[in-house]
């Protein structure tokens, strides 16, 4: 009796003819592994670029292996998942009713590690063992096959677990095949060590001494014949052009053929100057941006053309060194001369490459000049316009803001946001928005998680302007947990890139990480310093909008440094700027430092009306920072009662958001009223999970964030986050202290 289990939809129908042209020596292959199984196990690895028809042969050999009466498991990498162990527990989750007869240890292990019960984390070689003998024991009364689909995007644990069991087939009736894409920018950013790769994990076929097997494109008379097949109806001379377009990419061959109208495939209507593609090619085709960008561009002059998929290469694929190819080759089509396109395309790939804003403004008003205010396809005016509000944000220069048209008031306003989104722009820059929005929200692991992970993406993509976005983000996140270092490296990082360039919004943003730093540590002097930097007093909302982030900074840390004619004079700026209309948050920061300046009488009121403004729970690190200042404004004004619930509201809120140093402070506050408060952690270190208390004793133990991870399966960023939550549970703000913050029966 046959008995297939796959754990990935099936395809109900049988695959057609025209499927698998081309493909007899990849069929022979397949066919040679799964014959063989009741004979001896073999495993193998399918590579090839994206569109060649992986899963199509994936499909071959399940349906093979059935009809051979083999059992198959199936599985495949998802991009969007990246959990420990994902891999290997869907594809061994039909054969958990086998687990009881392993051995205790390693039953426990493997349990623990695909997620069927709580524990500490198994050893890996006993994971790697339990899995090895599990799969034996299904495979000894009859073959099995295990097939494993998009293997570049199988979780690292699962992938090392898998490279083990394949390089121990021999003498089993156990059998694997996987495939992979072979495009080594397609992979997600997982932190993969080469030396842990699976199967050429990086695109090297039999990197571990396994077989391997590259499916390569069709040649032209399979490609043709392919399209004949599938399409009778195209004319002969249709065919050789859709042939000549996709360079044997099986995807490309039917996904332009089908893009056609019936007039276009018989030849009686003439073909476009560039074949269009579908939404399904477009999306395999991320990975080769210039063939995607070229196709997108449309039918416009050749150096317009060119221009225009530069263009598209950067704002929509998100690769600038196939941008700055592209746009190589528009300016070798048009010597001596410069058209509105390569203008604005140079101008964006300049932006966002180099942070190069007096050169971005120059090429933005040339272009203008010649194409007005007109579009002219995926890029013109409208573009260009908007491109030259961006540069105004940025700079903050008088002059940049002047080159706005006077009859553009939304661009203007658009500019002037507290945000850096923009329709159009890579997704790159909506992590980035997304990790600001779960700062200000309190999310900071996730805030921590996008920053970091974008920022890797843009270093590896060029896009320096955008990663050092990201890193202020990072550099937020670490001024709230305590880490001043930290947050202060990162700042400087920034700040150093961003001030040659005139990048007055990116120094806003790094002035604004170090003030928040040196306050969450009490050093008011470096506070006011940094903060002073910006220049928030002047001119604050059309001049530089993320200034406004550390107006209750400045206020605070002048106040503390008795510069209190500072303070006053930038409340008044504030209230010229009409800031607090600008938002519930800003209505919530600038009531607030209008209430520190103002007189004992007047000042709870303010207050009050600050953490009355609806909404302030959606920004519980401002909201605690408020009532922080509050208590301690009622404090010296010796309302003891009132002071301490606020004071105990600001702790409790610090505590639970992770932010150690700020709770220290406010605990200290709470104390000089006569109430003590023990953080909760020192009563009781159960308070932690298992898998934080394991992470806990490995750091106090002395081991790096890379070395608990690989012990733990898990990336060493997964590491830092859980450690950012383990601090503050502790009551500790350094992996020093964690020592003494676990008894010694934890420990």
């Known amino acids: 009796m046959t008995v297939t289990e796959v754990l990935l939809p099936r395809r109900d129908d049988a695959h057609q003819p025209w499927e698998l042209v081309g493909r007899d020596q990849e069929l022979a292959v397949i066919r040679a592994l799964v014959d063989g199984l009741a004979a001896h196990g073999r495993a193998l690895l399918l590579s090839c670029e994206p569109g060649l028809g992986k899963s199509a042969l994936l499909d071959v050999a399940e349906e093979t292996a059935a009809t051979a009466g083999i059992r198959v498991l ?26 009881g007869a392993l051995d205790e240890r390693q039953r426990d292990a493997l349990n623990v590690a695909l997620g069927f019960s709580d524990g500490p984390a198994g050893d890996r070689l006993v994971v790697s063992n339990a899995v090895l003998a599990l799969l034996l024991r299904a495979a000894a009364d009859a073959p099995l096959l295990l097939i494993v689909d998009d293997l570049h995007w199988v979780d690292r644990a699962s992938a090392q677990v898998l490279g083990f069991v394949a390089r121990r087939l021999r003498g089993s009736r156990l059998g694997l095949i996987a495939a992979e894409r072979t495009t080594a920018s397609d992979l997600p950013a997982r932190d993969l060590p080469h030396d842990l790769d699976l199967l050429g994990h990086l695109g090297l076929p039999g990197h571990l001494g396994l077989p391997g097997h590259e499916v390569g494109p069709l040649d032209d008379e399979a490609a043709a014949l392919l399209v004949a097949t599938r399409f009778p109806a195209v004319a002969a001379a249709v065919r050789q052009r859709i042939v000549t377009e996709a360079r044997g990419n099986v995807l490309a061959l039917l996904e332009l053929t089908a893009a056609l109208t019936d007039q276009q495939r018989a030849a009686v209507a003439a073909l476009p100057a560039v074949l269009p593609l579908t939404a399904r090619l477009a999306a395999q085709l991320r990975d080769q941006p210039q063939r995607r960008a070229w196709h997108l561009a449309g039918d416009v002059g050749q150096a317009r053309r060119l221009a225009t998929a530069a263009y598209l290469a950067a704002s929509v694929i998100g690769d600038l060194a196939a941008a700055e190819a592209l746009l190589a080759d528009a300016r070798r089509a048009c010597p001596g001369e410069m058209s509105a396109e390569i203008a604005f395309a140079t101008a964006f790939v300049l932006l966002h490459g180099d942070g190069d804003v007096t050169a971005a403004h120059q090429l933005l008003l040339r272009g203008l000049e010649t194409v007005g205010d007109g579009g002219t396809g995926p890029l013109g005016g409208e573009q260009a316009l908007e491109l030259l509000a961006t540069v105004g944000r940025l700079s903050g220069r008088a002059e940049h803001w002047e080159a706005l048209p006077e009859g553009r008031p939304a661009l203007r306003l658009a500019a002037r946001a507290d945000s850096a989104g923009r329709a ?122 993320g200034a406004a982030w550390a107006l209750l900074d400045l206020v605070e840390a002048a106040l503390r440094t008795d510069r209190g004619d500072d303070a006053i004079a930038h409340v008044e700026a504030i209230r010229q700027a009409g800031l607090a209309a600008v938002s519930p948050r800003m209505a919530l920061l600038c009531t607030a430092a209008m209430a520190m300046t103002a007189p004992d009488q007047e000042a709870p009121a303010l207050f009050d009306r600050a953490l009355a403004t609806e909404g302030t729970g959606r920004w519980p690190f401002d909201r605690a920072r408020v009532q922080l200042l509050y208590g301690e404004r009622l404090r010296r004004g010796r309302a003891v009662s009132a002071s301490r619930v606020h004071l105990s509201a600001a702790l409790d809120e610090f505590r639970r958001l992770g932010a150690p140093t700020w709770a220290d402070r406010a605990a200290v506050a709470l104390r000089a009223t006569g109430q003590v408060r023990q953080h909760p952690g020192r009563r009781d270190y159960q308070e932690l999970t298992p898998q934080e208390l394991e992470i806990a004793r490995l750091a106090a133990a002395g081991l790096s964030n890379k070395q608990i991870g690989e012990r733990l399966y898990m990336s060493h960023r997964t590491v830092g986050s859980h450690l950012y939550r383990i601090f503050p549970k502790l009551g500790v703000t350094s992996r020093a202290a964690l020592s003494g913050a676990l008894p010694r029966a934890a420990g």
């Open 74 to 99: 199936r599985a495949a990498g998802a991009e969007c998942e990246d959990v420990s162990f994902g891999g290997l527990n869907q594809l061994l989750l039909p054969l958990r009713g086998d687990l």
């Open 424 to 545: 159009g722009l890579p997704a790159l820059q909506a992590g980035i928005l997304l990790a600001l929005e779960a700062y200000q929200t309190g999310q900071w692991d996730e805030a921590w998680r996008l920053a970091e992970s974008a920022a890797d993406r843009c270093a590896s993509g060029g896009w320096q302007l955008l990663r050092r976005q990201a890193q202020t983000v990072l550099a937020l996140v670490a001024a709230g947990r305590g880490d001043a270092a930290g947050a202060q490296a990162l700042a400087d990082e920034v700040a150093r890139w961003a001030a040659p360039r005139g990048l007055t919004s990116l120094l806003a943003g790094a002035h604004y990480a170090g003030a928040l730093a040196a306050l969450g540590q009490s050093d008011f002097q470096t506070a006011y310093q940094q903060a002073a930097r910006i220049g928030v007093a002047v001119d604050i909302a059309a001049r530089a909008p």
